[in-house]
C-alpha cells in the first residue's frame, strides 16, 4: 500500500515523516556491521564493494517505492542513496552531511509524490 491522495497520510509532512522512518529502519536497524563497513571502495571482503552498496541502496529503493507506491521513485532513491553513501565511504563529508543529503532526497520525494497524488 503506498502513498495516495486517500489514505490517511495525505498530508505532506505525513509522508516525509514515514520516509525519514524508511530511512532509519534501512540505515540503521536493516544494515548490518558487515555492510556498513564493506560497502566501502576497498573494504570489501566476503563480496565486492559494489555489491554490499546496492543492497544497501536497494532496500533504501525498496522503502521508497513501498511507502509512496511509486517504483521511480524507488529507483531514484536506490541511485541517490548509492551515490551519497559513495560520498561518505571516500570520506567527502561526515556522517550528519550524509543523513541530512538522505533526508534532503527525502524531502524530494515528498514533492514528487504531492505532485502526483493531486
Known amino acids: 500500500m503506498g502513498f495516495s491522495a486517500a489514505m490517511p497520510f495525505h498530508r505532506g509532512i505525513d509522508l516525509f515523516a514515514l520516509l525519514a522512518m524508511g530511512h532509519c529502519l534501512g540505515d540503521f536497524a536493516l544494515q548490518s556491521d558487515r555492510m556498513a563497513v564493506e560497502k566501502c571502495p576497498g573494504r570489501g571482503v566476503t563480496l565486492g564493494w559494489g555489491w554490499w552498496l546496492a543492497a544497501h541502496s536497494g532496500i533504501h529503493g525498496f522503502l521508497v517505492a513501498v511507502i509512496t507506491g511509486m517504483p521511480l521513485l524507488g529507483l531514484a532513491e536506490w541511485a541517490a542513496h548509492a551515490l551519497v553513501d559513495f560520498g561518505k565511504c571516500r570520506k ?13 532526497c ?10 502526483f497524488a493531486t
Open 106 to 115: 527525502k524531502f524530494a520525494w515528498t514533492m514528487v509524490a504531492l505532485a
Open 92 to 104: 567527502w563529508y561526515n556522517l550528519a552531511v550524509d543523513q541530512a543529503f538522505h533526508l534532503l
